[in-house]
């Protein structure tokens, strides 16, 4: 079958790779490696308003745009990834003293993080490199995704996870029937081990910042963002800025890889301005980027952000290059803010978890600083639902009263 794309570029040293030449990073360098499209044939064949193959409500829409070919999987969750919604919240917006606040949430999807989109394209990749089982270290989402899309055909996965990741992750986990690995050790801990019984058993890998799917599945969200926001922008001259929460640095790169593909077909004259929000506890990107260097030094992670928490980002350097590229920059966070940030979202009807919240929390504190001005277009992705980590949701808002079951309690309650 002739490959859907037409090579792999290192991220590290430049070198070209045919598609059939590697599988995962750079053999040089461990480089990550960006798949690059065959432009020209795309361009040819679509526009920007025909250039979606089916009219469905998922990320399948941009199989013209995606370097595997249609996984099949018709009427199951596997279809169902993406296309999540944008809501324009005038509260928050208001709050903020913003002009124009969009917030996409990745709750719906699937497995119930953004996650669903790099997990539904390796697999499709799997399937067509004649993968038997996908293998994924996580600390809970990628993992859950993983397991939940390969459930979805029939596909069979295992799982690597830090034996503290939130109890409904790991639940997930094992409802999707994937075989669970609980690791006694933390997140980096897990990826290395995956790897080495990846090459042992003859497993693929989905690992974030190594194989390069994942990166393809996460720019979906950038097309979607196009469609669904920046064609309709405010014409005050302004471009839109995204605020990302960042650990591996997988999804920020990915979402930059979309906009570049977007820009590279002629189709986004002006890319978006990325801002990346680490947690203060978990921030080895942030570091590199204000140390003005793409030198990742690892860090010693804390952070109840348990999906950003990161000692050694494996996606780093195209985390880096998203926000620097793109005049952005990188905020850091602590977890009181990130807590605060889910009880604020909750007040416009979505439900985040910390990791996804912490988006939230760097544009509050964006504002502060004065890093955005008030008729900015702004677009705050919100990558996870809060169901997937309850005790941390239980601490970001006050207790209930628990009362007698008398009208003489209710009024008391209510003073
Ligand atoms: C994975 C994840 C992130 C961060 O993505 P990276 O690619 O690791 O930077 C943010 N939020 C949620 C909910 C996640 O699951
Ligand atoms: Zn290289």
């Not at 680490?278 to 921030?283: I, K, P």
Request: glycine share 8%.
């Amino acid at each position: 079958m002739k490959p859907k794309f037409s090579h792999y570029t290192c991220s590290l040293c430049g070198a070209e790779y045919g598609p059939e030449d590697v599988t995962y990073t750079c053999p040089k360098d461990g480089g990550n490696l960006d798949v690059i499209l065959k432009y020209d044939e795309i361009k040819a064949q679509f526009s920007p308003d025909k250039f979606m193959t089916l009219p469905e409500a998922s990320l399948w829409r941009y199989l013209n745009l995606l370097p595997v070919e249609d996984p099949g999987g018709l009427g199951t969750p596997l279809r169902r990834a993406g296309w999540t919604p944008v809501y324009k919240s005038a509260r928050l917006a208001d709050q903020l003293g913003l002009q124009h606040l969009w917030i996409k949430d990745e709750s719906p999807n699937p497995t119930a993080s953004f996650k669903d989109r790099a997990s539904a394209i390796v697999v499709a990749r799997a399937a067509q490199i004649g993968a038997e089982i996908t293998v994924a270290a996580s600390t809970g989402n990628a993992g859950a995704a993983l397991a939940g899309m390969a459930a979805a055909v029939g596909a069979k996965a295992v799982i690597f996870a830090p034996k503290t990741a939130p109890p409904a992750k790991i639940a997930q986990l094992i409802v999707f029937g994937a075989k669970v690995l609980l690791v006694d050790g933390n997140y980096d801990q897990a990826f290395d081990l995956s790897i080495e019984a990846t090459h042992t058993f003859g497993w693929y890998n989905r690992n974030t910042g190594f194989n390069p799917f994942t990166a393809e599945g996460k720019k979906t969200a950038a097309f979607e963002i196009w469609e669904q926001v920046i064609r309709r922008l405010p014409e005050n001259g302004k471009r839109l800025t995204v605020f990302i929460s960042v650990g591996d640095g997988n999804i920020i790169s990915g979402v930059h890889k979309g906009f570049k593909d977007l820009h590279a077909l002629g189709w986004l004259p002006v890319i978006p301005r990325i801002i990346g929000v680490q947690s203060t506890g978990s921030a080895a990107i942030a570091n590199a980027f204000h140390r003005g260097d793409e030198d990742i030094q690892p860090v010693q992670a804390d952070t109840l952000a348990d999906s950003i928490s990161v000692d050694l980002p494996r996606d780093g350097v195209r985390a880096v290059r998203a926000a620097r590229e793109t005049g952005g920059t990188y905020i850091t966070v602590p977890d009181t803010e990130i807590l605060k940030a889910i009880a604020e979202l909750g007040k416009v009807g979505i439900f985040a978890e910390p990791a996804a919240s912490t988006a939230y929390a760097g544009l509050v504190k964006a504002v502060d600083e004065k890093l955005v001005a008030a008729d900015d277009p702004i677009l705050v992705l919100n990558t996870g639902s809060g169901l997937k980590d309850v005790k941390a949701a239980m601490q970001a808002v006050p207790e209930a009263p628990i009362i007698e079951p008398t009208l003489d309690a209710v009024r008391k309650v209510l003073g």
